[in-house]
Structures are given as structure tokens and as C-alpha cells.
């Protein structure tokens, strides 16, 4: 259903409707923001690179071809080379392999009562400020930083906060 | 070696549509607006296209046609350098001809078109904004500007530079080693003090004193945060007068090519007008596949309970529809306009009603030379709409 209402904005913008690409933005820059953070090993470059392949991926969004990729895919791709431009004009190593990037299977529509269990185990994460932390970074798209600021806590706080969450959601969703 | 894990791509596929940080949805949106409506800057890229191919192609044209340089910065956002970008003038189009469309807008046609430049952009025919008259003089060097700026943006879009900008004009202060000093006037965002560092000049082969204080120039703003001072990012001279890089301006030319696998019909570029969606998403049928889409921007002719009709170029196709999609857009979206984005709020919602003769703009997929459309081969409907000449707060129909 996802994809459908996503190829319906394409649609949309195609024929020049503009507004139509705010769905697909919505749909997929948190994701997006963290898979370059990741790369980039820092926010802000990656929030400026997360929004050139939105703009990016509308300039060239007629060439989309959607039999030969989804256009997560496609948008990830964009994202990665983008990324991968940056870290070769800073001659910067990323902390991940670039070439084993999971750009096939990073962002993909969950069946429903996938989504539910994992929201379900999130909002359960004890202590609650697990569950505050995680949210707040994977589905808000806030940084770590906003995050540590809004708790009046420190950066490596919020990391650890998450990196546990994220230890518990593991044994949880096993 | 760090690898993703699989936790954090259920997480993020597990976020709702209705949670995410708006602040950066709206930043994205403003970006693509500025571009595609305001600053008429229309770019098309070409994807096979590379650096080495594009440098060559400059390389190949006569050093006499050399004559405008455009320079980038390295003013840091976010951590990246902006390049050296050199642009080529070629000869000055002339206007071949001018005639009437059958929908009644001024076409022109030009030849030895500097666009031609550009794989993707390729055209030899224009359209005015209906109300617009432009002497032939005036409308080659539009276009001139026009393909100008595609040149620009091509150029830096190959660089990596970040393209969310806005245009202005500058003056020249002063100039030192590799540096010049800038006054930008911005209507927008108000006048601007600004230094420019010339960056790979040694691959560009810019030198620094092809600027000399008092040159006119143009520069491209970062406008995604417009609290901040928006750092310039590019900086070129204009191979036209700097009225005819005037966005408000360039926004009344837009480029005539064939429909896409419609050929012996006639589109205007999608991101040259906006649109307002009437019916999207094939009446809900599966997507077919593989996928050949095909468009039109026709004029309508006529509507009812069960069809509605389309006409480009003395080719009418039939659309099937299950109800009368205009006179449901007319009774329902029109009147939620205002509400629906502030580019509509100036807009009287009742003068977007669609009416027969109005263009309106279809994606969908048909066999070869089909001309009755079943409902679920549609993939949108819109109605076309344009910025009014004299106040680009207001749309009109296209």
C-alpha cells in the first residue's frame, strides 16, 4: 500500500504537482538523515546531504524507473553517492564499508503487524527514557544532540541510552 | 569495520507517516518550491552524463566562445567546498519563428540555441506565459540567459554543490589574490556583504582577475535557512544584461518538446508550471507492468459522468472515469485550496475551477496509438496552473 501511495506522489509531481513530494520527503528522511549520518559521521553534513538527494531525486525524478528498483532504492543510492563525493573531497574514510552498504533493504515498508510489534516493544522499553530516546531519533529524526539538549543531558548520555535500548529490543524481537 | 544492522531498519520502517522532524520536510519542500516555481531556474540533468564528458564537450568548442566564467566558493555548509565552474557562451539564438499554438499561447523557435549545449534540454522551441510579449530581440536573449543558467547549474550540479539557492545580483567591491569582495543585492533577503574564494582554479582554469571591481555579477544564495545569513554559494558573470536572469522574467519562457512516448505532441517541461492533482493512483488498480508511461497536456473538450476528452496537437484521447472527475474537483478540492498550501492563500480558489478549454495534465500507461484510456491505466490528472505575471503571490490556470 505503501509503495502505491508512493508511486502516486511520483505520479503526481510528474504531472506538476509540486506539493506531492512533501509524502515521499515525509516517507523517507529520517531513514534517510541516519543512513547518511552514518556515513558521514556527522549531522549536519548529513542533514545537508540527505536534503540534496531529495532535490536531487526530483530533478531527475522522470528517469525514475520503478520495474528496475523501488525508489527507496534508488533514493538511498543517490543519497550514498552524494555521501560518497563528500568523504572524497574531505579524503575521509567512513566508519562503514562503503561497498557493503545495505542500500537494498535499509528502508523498506514493514507488514503491519511487524509494525506493530516493534512499536509495541518500544513503547514497553524500560527505563521509559529508552523508549523516549529512540523515538525521538528514529521516528521524530532528531539528533542525538537535540535529544541531550531537550533532556538537559549529555550527547554520550543519549547514545548510551539508545545503544541499550537497542540491546534490549534485540532480545525482545529475537 | 562498522556494519548496519538489520534492528535499526526495522525501527525506522516501523516510524509513521504522521512522526518526523517538519522542520527538515519543510526546508526540503521550500528548497524545491524556490526551484521549481520561483527562481524558474529549470534544470534537467542528464544522468549518463559525467564530469570528464562535460569538461570535454567545453573543451572541444572554440576558445572564442569562451567567454563568461562562473566560480563557485569554498564558503563552507556543512563541510563542503564549492568548485570553479567555467560556462561557455555560445552564439546568441535567433528567433526563426513565431506563431500562435493551438492553445493559444505565443510559440517561438530559435536556432543556434546555446541549450544545445545540454543533451536533456535540447530545444529549439519556446513558449510565453499567455499575456507576456516579448520583442524577438528580447526573447533570444531570455533564452540566452535562460540556457545560461541551465549551464550553471549543470556545471555545479556535477561538482556535488548544494543548489538550494536563491538568485542575485552583486557588484564587484574589490579583488585580491584569490579572493573577491561582493555587494549583493537581494530582493528576497535584503543586501549582502560577501567574500569569494576561488577554488580549483588549476582544473578550471579560472584566473582571478577575470573580475575587476565594479563587474556586475550574479550569485546563487543558500537559502534553506533564512534566519541565517545565507552564505553565497556561486558566483558568475552574466553573458546577457542582468534583466533577462530576472526569475519573475525567466518564469514567462518555457521549453516546447515532444510529450514523453507521445511524440507527435507537445509538452511544456513539468517543473515550468505547478499543478493541482484531481485524481491520482489508477482507480485504485495495481501498477502495471513494466511500466511505459505516456503524457499529455492537452486542453479539455469535454467532460461527463463517464469520460472526459483531451486534445493536443488535433489528437483527442479518451479518458474512461467511473464519475466526472472535473465536477468533483470543482465541488470539493477546489474550495480546500486555500487551506492546503500558502501558495494558494492568495489565490481566489473559484478561479481555479476547471473549465472546458483549460489544460490539464495526464500520466498514463496505454499501448501504442490506444486513444480510449480505461480508468485504471490512469496514473494522475491535474489541472495546470501557472504564476500571474504581475503578482507571483496568485496562481491562474495554466
Partial sequence: MMQQNIQQAIDSVLA??????????????????????????DRTSAEDAAQQAFINAYDKLKKFDNTKASFSTWLYKIARNLCIDQLRQQRKQSDYNIDELPDLSWDKDLPYDDVESIRSAVSTLEPPIYAVAVKAYYWQGKSYKQIAHEHNTSVSTVASW???????????LA | MKRFEPLESKLIGARRATEGNDIFVT????????????????????????????????????????????????????????????????????????????????????EKNT????????????????????????????????????????????????????????????????????????ALYGPLDASVSFYDKDVQQINPTDFK???????????????????????????????????????NIRTVKPCENNET?????????????????????????????????????????DHFILENN?????????????????????????????????TDPEKLKIAVGDSLSTYYTAEANETTI?????????????????DPNVLRKY
Fill in chain 1, 16 to 41: 506538476g504537482d509540486i506539493d506531492s513530494y512533501s509524502i515521499i520527503v515525509e516517507r523517507y528522511h529520517t531513514g534517510l538523515i541516519i543512513y547518511c549520518e552514518r556515513l558521514l559521521s
Fill in chain 1, 162 to 172: 539508545i545503544r541499550r535500548a537497542k540491546a534490549d529490543l534485540r532480545k525482545e
Fill in chain 2, 27 to 110: 526546508q526540503v519542500m521550500d528548497a524545491i518550491k524556490v526551484r521549481a516555481i520561483n527562481s524558474r531556474v529549470i534544470r534537467t540533468t542528464n544522468e549518463q552524463l559525467n564530469k570528464e564528458t562535460f569538461i570535454m564537450k567545453l573543451r572541444k568548442l572554440p576558445i572564442a566562445l569562451l567567454v563568461a566564467i562562473v566560480l563557485a566558493t569554498v564558503i563552507g555548509i556543512g563541510g563542503i567546498s564549492y568548485a570553479a565552474v567555467k560556462v561557455i557562451e555560445a552564439a546568441k539564438p535567433t528567433v526563426k519563428e513565431s506563431r500562435i499554438s493551438p492553445n493559444g499561447k505565443t510559440q517561438i523557435t530559435v
Fill in chain 2, 115 to 186: 541549450c544545445s549545449e545540454l543533451e536533456q534540454a535540447r530545444s529549439e522551441r519556446y513558449e510565453l506565459k499567455e499575456g507576456v510579449e516579448l520583442s524577438k530581440e528580447d526573447a533570444a536573449n531570455y533564452i540566452n540567459a535562460h540556457c545560461h543558467l541551465l549551464l550553471v547549474n549543470e556545471r555545479l550540479d556535477l561538482r556535488g554543490a548544494i543548489l538550494t539557492s536563491g538568485i542575485a545580483s552583486g557588484t564587484v567591491t574589490s579583488t585580491r589574490d584569490n579572493t573577491i569582495s561582493l555587494k549583493i543585492r537581494d
Fill in chain 2, 213 to 251: 571591481v565594479g563587474d556586475e555579477v550574479l550569485a546563487y544564495r543558500d537559502i534553506r535557512n533564512i534566519s541565517a545569513n545565507q552564505p553565497i554559494i556561486a558566483v558568475f558573470k552574466p553573458i546577457e544584461a542582468l534583466k533577462y536572469y530576472d526569475p519573475s522574467q525567466q518564469q
Fill in chain 2, 265 to 305: 505532441m507537445d509538452c511544456v517541461t513539468p517543473s515550468s508550471y505547478s499543478a493541482v492533482t484531481l485524481v491520482a493512483g489508477r482507480g485504485g488498480a495495481s501498477i502495471p507492468q513494466p511500466r511505459s508511461t505516456k503524457e499529455i497536456q492537452g486542453t479539455l473538450v469535454e467532460h461527463t459522468n
Fill in chain 2, 314 to 346: 488535433g489528437h483527442k484521447i479518451i479518458f474512461q472515469t467511473p464519475y466526472d472527475v472535473v465536477a468533483r474537483y470543482n465541488q470539493t478540492t477546489v474550495y480546500g485550496l486555500a487551506q492546503y498550501d500558502s501558495i494558494y492563500a492568495h
Fill in chain 2, 374 to 390: 480505461s480508468w485504471n491505466k490512469f496514473s494522475v490528472i491535474a489541472l495546470m496552473v501557472e504564476r500571474e505575471p504581475s
